[in-house]
């Protein structure tokens, strides 16, 4: 039995290969490889669906990673600096993949405005300028997906 959500990322994957859909990320700094977590974060929600905890989703997203070879680093303290001193616990970003990308995961039914203005804050407090927001809540995975690029 297909699920819509299996339905779906072969629909994704179809397009893919008539090359209409990956326009969007090829624009972009380090496509490939947010293209591969995508991939990563896809599988994890076509086996598990909607409606875990963010934990959960992370546990797996990363376990998903290391089968892919994906380099990471988990719950990575941001430090920001105000007016002279140094706030080391300020922010802690989900994960950051092979030093380039950010990743904030998320299994909330909230406002996406306030998830995004987390990502970026994270992406300024890094340095970093590739930034993904995941939202596992979404009942299809695609519709939960943010790439910004600072």
């Not at 893919?16 to 974060?41: S, V």
């Not at 380099?71 to 920001?80: G, K, N, Q, T, Y």
Request: charged share 30%.
């Amino acid at each position: 039995m297909i699920n819509t959500e299996t339905q779906r990322h072969r629909e994704v994957q179809e397009k893919d290969e008539l090359g209409e859909e990956k326009q969007e990320l090829n624009d972009g700094l380090y496509a490939d490889l947010t293209r591969e977590i995508i991939g990563a974060a896809i599988e994890v929600h076509r086996h598990l669906g909607p409606g875990l905890f963010e934990h959960a989703y992370a546990e797996c997203l990363c376990h998903e990673l290391r089968l892919r070879g994906i380099p990471f680093i988990r719950e990575v303290d941001l430090p920001i600096s105000y007016k002279g001193i140094r706030l080391d616990w300020a922010y802690r970003a989900d994960l950051i993949v092979d030093g380039k990308v950010i990743v904030e995961l998320k299994a909330a039914d909230g406002p996406v405005g306030v998830h995004e203005a987390q990502l970026l804050t994270y992406l300024r407090a890094s340095r970093e300028r590739v930034g993904l927001l995941i939202n596992f809540s979404a009942r299809v995975l695609r519709d939960g997906i943010l790439r910004r690029v600072l």
